[in-house]
């Protein structure tokens, strides 16, 4: 049971990345792929930040205390995280965005119909 505790941070990262990569490959509305790729992008930054947590450590500031680099939770992984956000919402505006002007175009969201239609 320890283990599993332990690797909670790891396991909800894994789900959202599977059901991510499920929407993606398996729903042919685009929103939900949309959605998907939000969700996989998710997993992924939950994974990022999992990986550079520590039990029990101290944000990483200085401020004079005897603790030793070992105690401090890295903040390597927050800092590529923030910036995976940043990415990840402009990549799903735009995502929506080109989605919108399908449906302008077309009329439905529904990709194996637009793979269908010629321009």
């Given at each position: 049971?320890?283990?599993?505790?332990?690797?909670?941070?790891?396991?909800?990262?894994?789900?959202?990345?599977?059901?991510?990569?499920?929407?993606?490959?398996?729903?042919?509305?685009?929103?939900?792929?949309?959605?998907?790729?939000?969700?996989?992008?998710?997993?992924?930054?939950?994974l990022?930040?999992?990986?550079?947590?520590?039990?029990?450590?101290?944000?990483?500031?200085?401020?004079?205390?005897?603790?030793?680099?070992?105690?401090?939770?890295d903040?390597?992984?927050?800092?590529?995280?923030?910036?995976?956000?940043?990415?990840?919402?402009?990549?799903?505006?735009?995502?929506?965005?080109?989605?919108?002007?399908?449906?302008?175009?077309?009329?439905?969201?529904?990709?194996?119909?637009?793979?269908?239609?010629?321009?």
């Open positions: 049971m320890e283990i599993l505790y332990n690797s909670m941070y790891y396991v909800g990262a894994a789900a959202l990345i599977l059901i991510g990569l499920y929407v993606i490959l398996v729903k042919s509305n685009l929103i939900k792929v949309i959605i998907g790729i939000h969700l996989l992008d998710t997993g992924v930054n939950v990022l930040v999992s990986v550079g947590y520590i039990k029990g450590g101290k944000a990483p500031i200085f401020t004079g205390t005897s603790l030793g680099p070992a105690q401090f939770v903040p390597i992984p927050q800092a590529l995280v923030l910036t995976a956000i940043v990415i990840g919402v402009g990549v799903i505006a735009l995502a929506l965005s080109i989605a919108i002007k399908l449906h302008e175009h077309y009329g439905t969201l529904d990709l194996r119909r637009i793979k269908e239609l010629k321009w």
